[in-house]
């Protein structure tokens, strides 16, 4: 992380206290929805697939990537900020990334996200359950 690291891990622990809150607690704003994750995939699906056995675009693909370390993708070219990381994808590293890509890895191919939260919400409560390998 960079010299606002702090910054960066006080966000980090907000986003998961409110995603947790989010998906499911008595004290979230709006429930998580299907429906408005599915259409802010719209933002997404232009650099990224999420079917198993998609293809990588100019972003890798992200079938599987709950539980998944940050870089892994075998067949995808990623920076050396994300093959370094060490994170592990989640509710709330994902969460935290996608509030803001260069603020939470400097260094990593991706701008943009999501400023909102609870776009964040229910793009995560929809790409947990398109992405989830049968079983999982």
């Known amino acids: 992380m960079n010299d606002g690291g702090a910054r960066v891990r006080i966000g980090l622990v907000a986003a998961a206290a409110a995603l947790c809150l989010g998906m499911g607690g008595a004290a979230a704003s ?9 259409a802010l995939w719209a933002k997404c699906h ?3 697939t999420y079917q198993r056995g998609g293809r990588n675009l100019v972003g890798p693909r992200l079938y ?8 892994s993708v075998s067949d ?10 060490g994170i592990v994808w989640n509710d709330a590293t994902l969460d935290g990334y996608l509030a803001a890509t260069q603020d ?11 400023a909102i939260e609870q776009d964040r919400i229910d ?8 992405t ?5």
């Open 30 to 38: 709006e429930p998580p929805s299907l429906e408005r994750g599915e």
């Open 46 to 48: 232009s650099c990224h």
């Open 64 to 71: 599987g990537v709950f539980g998944r370390k940050a870089g």
């Open 76 to 85: 995808y070219h990623y920076s050396e900020a994300m093959k370094k990381s």
């Open 104 to 114: 939470f890895m400097p260094g990593n191919k991706m701008y943009g996200g999501l």
């Open 123 to 130: 793009l995560l409560y929809w790409l947990k359950k398109v």
């Open 132 to 136: 989830a390998p049968p079983g999982r």
